[in-house]
């Protein structure tokens, strides 16, 4: 009697929760559906006051126009920024976080004291000083001019430092006693440690360099290789 009684309310629970996870889905699929089913309308039905739930005269030509204009070029403009801001900041911010948490040298706190007083500092402070060393290094209005900045982001060496400060200090000299160089134990033990911290830091690193419009702004004029049409609007408003 009991079994039954217990069987009776998990197939209950069940069929309520499946409920619930098929409304949550229609609710967090809706904007993709809205979005779809609104770049197959003109103008007028997607500004018109009465909603249109489903495309009554799809039409393809926001698609034929989007192919026209050098959107695509934007888009890839935007996905190269932030794919090589992402990969050089891992990189280095890797690199020196390991040795600053697990090198002994001298001025090593002085370094990470220096490094946590970047991260206090807007980007608005720097910004003078940054655009006069890009247009010192002929990089103005390239995309090394957006991309370089990024790289040196402090937090990305911050928290791959306390990443690397969990790494036993014995498997480091294992890997010397081995005959392992430090490219070798970088890559071998230290790497395959502080991996999720650099997994965390890429996803931070690239929708901060996707986002980042202002020094887009700032450091970008020219068609070819903006990433953003209202970047040109705000520098060329003819």
């Known amino acids: ?92 911010a890797s690199m020196a976080g390991y040795v600053l948490a697990k090198k002994r040298f001298y001025g090593r706190a002085f370094l990470f004291s220096l490094l946590v007083c970047a991260m206090a500092l807007p980007k608005q402070v720097i910004l003078t000083p940054l655009l006069k060393e890009m247009a010192f290094l002929n990089l103005h209005d390239n995309l090394w001019a957006v991309i370089l900045p990024t790289v040196g982001w402090p937090f990305g060496v911050f928290l791959i430092k306390q990443f690397s400060e969990t790494i036993p200090t014995e498997m480091l000299e294992a890997a ?19 991996k999720p911290g650099v997994g965390a830091l ?8 996707w986002n980042d ?10 068609k070819a290789i903006s990433p953003s049409p209202w970047v040109l609007l705000s520098c060329n408003p003819r």
Not at 30 to 45: C, E, M, N, R, V
Not at 176 to 194: K, Y
Not at 216 to 221: K, P, R
């Open 1 to 92: 009697m009991h079994s039954n009684v217990g069987s009776k309310n998990k197939l209950s629970y069940r069929i309520f929760a499946f409920v619930i996870l098929i409304i949550l889905t229609v609710l967090f699929s809706f904007p993709l559906y809205w979005i779809i089913t609104g770049s197959l309308k003109d103008a007028a039905t997607i500004n018109s006051a009465k909603p249109e739930w489903f495309p009554t005269s799809p039409t393809l030509d926001n698609y034929v126009r989007l192919f026209k204009n050098p959107a695509l070029k934007w888009l890839f403009n935007s996905v190269l920024i932030s794919v090589a801001a992402m990969a050089l900041t891992c990189i280095s």
């Open 176 to 194: 010397r006693i081995d005959g392992a160089g430090e490219f070798r134990t970088f890559t071998s033990v230290v790497l395959p440690i502080i």
């Open 202 to 209: 890429a996803i931070f690193t690239f929708i901060t360099s």
């Open 213 to 222: 419009y202002f020094l887009q702004l700032i450091m970008l004029n020219s």
